[in-house]
């Protein structure tokens, strides 16, 4: 059973439009989120992380949004950029332990 | 700037064949890690290592071994490569609770 879900395996965004991944989670230990993005032959890198006692954190374009109560957190990219087509994987740990990866959801942003 | 270097891209096996994937890491971290990355299951653990001669199972290490004999080197061995294990192998490292640092990845087919 996959404690950490993207339910949806793909999105298409009109450059310079918003792109919201969303990401659920079944495990209410973890405490700590992360999102990573993946392009094509390139291993996974850092975007940007949360802890469970905020409920928004923001770098520049992006920012992820963590509600407790619903177990969900989304990724928001503000303007999208072409160049921000990618798979964004979302991950969960509970007290400094493994990641828990999500699926994936590849994202599309159009010119 | 941190670097994992995953020494094979692309890699053909034939079943039965023994396999090894190597992975060094330039950072000086304890933590090193193999994941394998299939469509629609994100990244799923295998093993990881917290420190030289020491490993520890992951999600998923049926099939699998690891080797961790210096500090910068993490390998992860196939005994009897099957079909089943063609995948993509991601290797990471990383120091303390901070976020993985990926390599590129190896392409492993089992034919």
């Known amino acids: 059973d996959q404690q950490v879900k993207q339910n949806s395996p793909s999105l298409s965004v009109q450059e310079g439009r918003i792109s919201i991944l969303n990401c659920d989670y079944t495990?209410?230990?973890?405490?700590?989120f992360l999102w990573y993005k993946k392009y094509p032959a390139e291993g996974p890198t850092f975007l940007i992380s949360?802890?469970?006692?905020?409920d928004k954190n923001e770098d520049g374009r992006f920012t992820v949004f963590l509600n407790k109560s619903a177990k969900h957190l989304s990724l928001h990219i503000v303007p999208s950029q072409p160049g921000d087509s990618a798979v964004y994987f979302c991950?969960?740990?509970?007290?400094?332990?493994?990641?828990?990866f999500g699926g994936g959801t590849r994202l599309m942003v159009k010119p | 700037d941190v670097k994992v270097t995953q020494s094979s891209r692309y890699l053909v096996k034939r079943t039965g064949e023994k396999v090894f994937l190597e992975c060094v890491q330039d950072?000086?971290?304890?933590?090193m890690f193999w994941y394998r990355q299939d469509p629609g299951l994100g990244l799923r653990l295998i093993y990881f290592s917290y420190d030289v001669k020491m490993k520890e199972k992951g999600d998923i290490p049926e099939g699998y071994s690891v080797s961790r004999e210096k500090k910068e080197r993490f390998s992860l061995i196939l005994e009897s490569a099957s079909t089943n294990q063609t995948s993509m192998y991601l290797c990471a490292s990383r120091a303390g609770n901070s976020p993985l640092h990926f390599g590129n990845g190896t392409r492993l087919t089992v034919t």
């Open positions: 950072m000086d971290h304890e933590n």
């Open positions: 991950a969960a740990s509970a007290a400094g332990n493994m990641l828990t």
């Open positions: 495990n209410s230990m973890f405490d700590y």
């Open positions: 949360i802890s469970s006692i905020k």
